[in-house]
């Protein structure tokens, strides 16, 4: 499917901005893990502003030559060339461009790491998803092909920012794949694509995975980036669930002794009945959602932007002082061990040594005045905070997490 920007809009790093015209409500309904989506009419600087053209991605591959063994790949129709051994004095960064001039692609790998406009838009993806975004870039020669003929194991959404590239589409190999079903595809099966769609600067193409694929330039170079996320499965819950279950009850930490026949099988519908009622229970189902949202929030960094200066001034803040919870800052709050926690890609200064940075814990009179600015989205102060906090432990709270890098200072009226 193709859809028409109507009219440029204001952007913003939000999903709605990524994907309009088309709503996000009907990116769920019609194509969210059923069908490509292929959006155009809009240019770079509307869709993607800020987001670096192949001069910029030049400039990210001189200025990370230090890291470049980590975090670049060089491929040519499926095949990777390895790096010049550093006894060999050759400078990754002139290597690459020689690379280019061969005919290869060139990818960077982590550029939500180099870039904040393009992490602000893997943080709303990821916020969106519940799951980490790999940010990629790919500049590919002219009438040259990176990869054949795959489908991938995570969902992508394809970011075109300079040059023309070419993207057939075939079969659906698997719906809803996990890793382990990756594999190599024989491209005599390929077959004939189901649908073509060319990428120009400022289009996105949406890919569920599992989907074929086999993207190629035509004439000119072509750079653009790649959103690869794998969202919150049941298959990682349900695995979360299982290992709760086990901490909780030693019928499954017990050895399998019997490994096949009536025996075994009748201690495997055991254990799932046994799971089945651990699975019927709340808590066991909000501590293993729990687990899920502290790993995904132990992933994500902190977006630059004014933290030192709120840092600084944090303990200025009254009563009055209007503050702003930062939108690039998905936050989740639970309970556990008799507190409150809220998490969040904080900047490091963790309450306590067994927490995870940005991790705040309080008292659970606490929770109602976290989950409030959790859900908050407008400029608010601590007096605005729902009770019983009685007012200076409201003020404390700000404080703390405007320090901490979730909050920050709305400028003077």
């Known amino acids: 499917m193709t859809v028409r920007a109507s009219t440029p809009a204001e952007a913003s790093a939000s999903l709605a901005s990524l994907l309009a015209p088309l709503s996000v409500e009907e990116f769920f309904a019609d194509h969210y893990e059923k069908a490509p989506l292929h959006l155009t009419g809009k240019s770079v600087a509307e869709r993607y502003p800020g987001f670096p053209d192949i001069e910029g991605f030049e400039h990210l591959l001189w200025s990370q030559e230090e890291k470049l063994r980590r975090v670049l790949r060089v491929n040519r129709r499926g095949s990777y060339f390895a790096m010049p051994h550093p006894s060999q004095g050759k400078s990754l960064f002139r290597w690459s461009v020689d690379r280019l001039a061969d005919g290869c692609t060139l990818i960077l790998n982590g550029m939500d790491t180099m870039s904040v406009p393009v992490a602000r838009v893997a943080r709303t993806i990821e916020a969106e998803f519940g799951g980490k975004v790999a940010a990629n870039g790919f500049l590919t020669p002219t009438e040259q092909q990176g990869f054949l003929a795959h489908f991938d194991t995570h969902d992508v959404f394809i970011l075109q920012l300079e040059g023309t590239k070419r993207w057939p589409l075939f079969d659906q190999r698997l719906e809803l794949p996990i890793d382990r079903q990756i594999h190599l595809i024989d491209q005599a099966s390929v077959g004939e694509p189901t649908a073509v769609f060319d990428l120009e600067p400022g289009d996105l193409l949406y890919v569920p995975r599992g989907l074929v694929h086999g993207p190629h330039t035509l004439q000119g170079h072509s750079f653009h980036l790649t959103m690869g996320f794998r969202p919150l499965r049941w298959v990682d819950y349900l695995s979360a669930l299982v290992q709760v279950a086990a901490e909780q009850d030693p019928a499954f930490r017990s050895s399998i002794l019997q490994l096949d026949g009536e025996a075994f099988d009748a201690l495997c519908a055991e254990k799932l009945a046994r799971l089945a009622e651990t699975g019927g229970k709340r808590r066991p189902r909000k501590l293993a959602m729990e687990r899920l949202m502290e790993s995904l929030g132990a992933q994500l960094r ?67 005045a976290l989950r409030w600015i959790a859900r908050s989205h407008a400029p608010f102060c601590a007096r605005d905070l729902p009770e019983p906090l009685d007012i200076d432990a409201r003020v404390d709270l700000v404080r703390m997490l405007a320090r901490n890098g979730l909050l920050t200072l709305c400028p003077p009226a």
């Open 302 to 368: 902190p977006l630059p932007g004014e933290h030192i200066r709120v840092a600084t001034r944090a303990e200025e803040i009254d009563a009055d002082t209007q503050v702003l919870r930062r939108p690039e800052c998905p936050c989740h709050v639970y309970e556990k061990d008799g507190a409150v926690r809220i998490q969040f890609p904080g900047i490091g200064l963790a309450t306590d040594e067994d927490l995870q940075p940005g991790c705040i814990e309080a008292p659970l009179v606490a929770g109602g």
